[in-house]
């Protein structure tokens, strides 16, 4: 309960930064906003690319297991 409390004063406090007027804080979040965009984008698109691979691997792996039993398979007939 504490915790759910503590997360909406924090949501509500980013709110109230952001707002025009209130701290005045808008022009500085935009700015880092900008600055971090590409770091963002260099992050999602490394871990996509790891996400990517494992995938292959495991395809690859999986083609090879399927291939295994079949070979059993066929030895048992």
């Known amino acids: 309960m504490a915790a759910l409390i503590i997360g909406l004063v924090f949501i509500a406090f980013g ?5 025009p007027g ?8 935009l700015t880092f906003l ?3 965009s590409p770091v ?8 996509a690319l790891f996400i990517g691979f ?3 691997k495991d395809r690859a792996e999986a083609k090879k297991e399927e291939a295994e039993e079949a070979k ?3 030895k048992k007939a």
């Open 72 to 74: 059993k398979e066929e």
């Open 22 to 29: 209130a701290l005045n804080w808008g022009p500085d979040v």
């Open 34 to 36: 900008r600055g971090a």
């Open 54 to 56: 494992a995938d292959i």
């Open 40 to 47: 963002v984008a260099l992050l999602v698109g490394l871990i």
């Open 15 to 19: 709110v109230v930064a952001c707002l």
